[in-house]
Structure formats: structure tokens, C-alpha cells
């Protein structure tokens, strides 16, 4: 361990000072990661496990209902359900439940931990975090009360790392710059190639052949395709949503996983800068002051065209996006898009 960085005893003694903060803003405070912080208790309840991601997709289902947590610095997505229709895949692989639907990326899982915290009552908390090379969260599951402890012990077991050391080695978090407003691309040609979509997921293919960020690309292609709404929008379109019962999907993610959530929100709460879902399999913690643009898109499809509302915040990146509910080869919503499409128009921004 480098001499600036804290100790396994100072982290432990740095929590037992703080027992109310939250784990990742201790981490924070102390200028570790949340790996490393929730390393120091290896051999006290925490037991380093291997981020096999086919390994881990493949024994989840006989734990039954869990909890689901995916975030990234602005949103925090929770479902709960069961990890049932797995497909697993080098490069990508998937779940695709009807509660607990992700994406995931498995080269960025670097690191994983078992964790086991008993309370003041007595009841034992367990979970499984996975995290980044650079120690940062990808994707965490906590049991329920209804979840199966064997079936969960079973799977540590098979997973379980040969090294149990209450220290590990991070490298330093890639630092995320706002891209520049004019990159060098044939807008033209980018306008083509969108408007020739026949299905949303060759947007992702154009973004590589044309070396181009998401933000970038909704910022040229036009407003025929991509148009600024109101920072406003996206805590407006949430309660219109749960008022007008329009099931909708929800996405966030981070570069090691994506969860969704689709179908109706009810329970919306402000509190302070955030605006939460507290729904009983969904909830939603989104933090509205780290908004910085938010873009109505639309994407053709070969069943006309599909409509999102997207969040990015201050270093271009995609905080969370939004969706009308359909299933693949139906037509959009008409409820969900003249939502969208009715929302107020925001400035167009000299900064993506």
C-alpha cells in the first residue's frame, strides 16, 4: 500500500467515527475507492470473490428475489426481481426478466466482494459488489428477506478469490472532459446514415464509425432528429408519466452495466436535489442539480420512429434516459411522444 493512502485500520476506524455516512462519500472523503474502502473488511464479514460475470449470471436465479443496484455518480437505478433469462456473451451479455432487465460489459469488471454486515437487531445484510479496474461500482446485489442464503453461500463459493488481502491495487479513474462543440465529422453524412436507421441499436455503430460522443451527435444532427428541452423536463415528464399512467423505460448505467427499468412509475418524491421513484419493485434516486442538458431524440426505426428524453451532465456524459414502454417491432406510444414532443423547447447550448 502506497504511504498515502489510508490503512485497512484506518478505513475501519474512519467508519466506526462516521457510522452514518454513506460508504461511497467516506470512500471519497478518505481518496480511496469504493473497492479498496469495502476491501479493508476482508476476513471481518467481506470476502473477495472473482468478477465472473458468466459465473455470477449463471448461479444467480436459485438465489430468488433480490434487489438490483446499478449507478453512476448522478443516478442510482434499483429493481427488485430475480436474475432469470440469462444470456451470457464475451463482450456483452444480458438478463432479461421482466423486473430485473441489464447490460452488461464484463472486460470492465475488475473486482468483486461478498459482503455480510450484521445490525444492531441481529439481521444479517449480505450482498455481492462488483466493481471497475479503477475500484468504482459497476453493479451490486443485496438479498431479501425472501432470497435463498445456501444458493447465495453456493455461488461465493464458486466464486470465491484465491487472494483474501484487505488491500488492493486500483488504477487511477479515466477523467471525463466535456467533448468540443465542433468535432471534425461530415454532418451530412451523419444525418444520412441516422435517417437511415431501421432499428435504434445502429446508433451505436454510427457513434464508432464516426468517432463521435453521444452528446456530439445530437448536437449536429439537427432538429428534425435531436432537439434541448427544459433542465426541467426530465422531473416534468416523470410526473406526467405517473399521473397519465404511461409505462415508460428507464436506463442508467455506467461503463460496466446498463439496468432498466420498463412499465408505470406512481410514487414520485422530490427531496432536496434529487427526485426519487419509490415504487414497490422500482426505485430511483436521480440527482436534478448534476443536469447540464437534456435532449428529446428521435431515432427512425422500421416501425416509424422512436422517441427519448436524455440527461447528460457536465462532462458531456449520459446521466439516465428515457423511453415510452413497447415491445421490439411495435409501433411507439402516441401518449409517450406528444409527452416528449410537447415538453418546452431549452436554448441550444454552445458547450456538449
Known sequence: MSADRPTPDAIRRARAENPKMRERDLAGQLGISEAEFVAAWVGEGTRRIRPDVDAFLTGMEALGEVMALTRNESAVHEKIGVYDKVVLGEHAAMTLGEQIDLRIFPKVWAHGYAVSKTDEDGTVRRSLQFFSASGEAVHKVHLRAASNVEAYEKLVATLIHPEQEQTLRVVAPVTSIAPAVNPSVDVEDLRARWSSMTDVHQFMSILRDLKLTRQQAVHLVGEEYAWPVDHDSVAAMMRISANEEIPIMCFVGNRGCIQIHSGPVKEIKPMGPWINVLDETFHLHLRLDHIREVWAVRKPASEGHV??????????????????????????????????????????STAA
Open 307 to 348: 422517441t427519448s428524453l436524455e440527461a447528460y451532465d457536465a462532462a458531456g456524459q449520459l446521466i439516465i434516459q428515457f423511453f415510452g414502454k413497447r415491445k421490439e417491432g411495435a409501433f411507439e406510444r402516441d401518449d409517450w411522444r406528444g409527452l416528449v414532443e410537447n415538453l418546452p423547447r431549452g436554448p441550444r
